[in-house]
């Protein structure tokens, strides 16, 4: 495997070779393989006039195949991690949460695309402390001050909020996170998830409204009772 191969009439093994102008009159070949599984041959040839190839020129085409087969072994690398990283977000996108990040002093540096579908807000909107204008008014102090509280104690974060959909209407959400740590316990990043509750928040709100109503009813029947 990965032995150099030496034609000497290369045209009779290679007839595109037979119509090389000036004629090729010898050819050295170093096939090499990446993981195990033969990939490329690289090749180099003589012309008649030229002297024939000696042990240097060997060892060069040698080197240039083992630096090839390095390069190409980074770039199957690059390239599953490229493939990697789609299919991750591929699926983060298909998920009902909306991931984000945020750096150690708690501004949001990415979020997923859903929350700008959900929001109608712009990436360079949500960023930062921007996410904060997609809340609603009653709900915006509480938050930020849960969040603020949290980063300052690098302790894990959870809260309920509404937030402005697309439509102009308010949806309930949920937030949580946790803190990324370094070697030496230092908060480096934050890590987040949002989903939207509003279904059971509705059906929650729904709930408690039909207990109050009986609970007023049940008082004003006690009421006329002698």
Same mark, same amino acid.
């Given at each position: ?5 030496? $034609?000497?009439?290369?045209? =009779?093994?290679? *007839? #595109? ?6 004629? +090729? ?6 096939? $090499? %393989?990446?993981?195990?599984? *033969?990939?490329?041959?690289? @090749?180099? +040839?003589? %012309?008649?006039?030229? &002297? ?5 020129? !060997? ?7 083992? $630096? !090839? !087969? ?31 990040? =945020?750096?150690?002093? /708690? ?29 609603? *008014?009653? &709900?915006?102090?509480?938050?930020? #001050? #849960? ?5 300052? =104690? /690098? ?10 959909? *697309?439509?102009?209407?308010?949806? @309930? ?40 109503? $009986?609970?007023?009813?049940?008082? =004003?029947?006690?009421?006329? +009772?002698?």
């Amino acid at each position: 495997r990965d032995t150099l191969l030496v $034609f000497r009439q290369p045209g =009779a093994e290679y *007839p #595109a070779l037979a119509l090389a102008d000036p004629p +090729v009159g010898e050819a050295l070949l170093a096939p $090499f %393989h990446v993981d195990g599984a *033969p990939r490329a041959t690289l @090749w180099a +040839v003589r %012309h008649e006039e030229c &002297d024939g190839f000696d042990d240097e020129d !060997a060892r060069l085409l040698t080197r240039l195949a083992a $630096f !090839a !087969a390095i390069a190409l072994r980074l770039h199957d690398s690059v390239e599953a991690l490229r493939e990697s990283e789609a299919r991750l977000r591929h699926t983060v996108e298909l998920s009902p949460h909306v991931p984000w990040t =945020a750096d150690a002093a /708690g501004r949001v540096t990415d979020c997923s695309g859903r929350w700008l579908a959900m929001t109608g807000m712009t990436r360079a909107e949500a960023l930062g402390d921007g996410w904060l204008g997609a809340l609603h *008014p009653e &709900d915006r102090a509480g938050t930020k #001050a #849960a969040w603020a509280l949290a980063v300052a =104690a /690098g302790t894990p974060y959870e809260v309920e909020y509404r937030a402005r959909a *697309p439509d102009g209407g308010w949806r @309930w959400m949920r937030s949580f996170a946790q803190p990324r740590r370094d070697a030496h316990g230092r908060v480096i990043q934050w890590y987040g998830s949002t989903e939207d509750i509003d279904p059971r928040k509705q059906q929650e709100l729904a709930l408690r409204e039909s207990e109050q109503r $009986f609970l007023l009813a049940a008082e =004003a029947v006690q009421g006329h +009772v002698y």
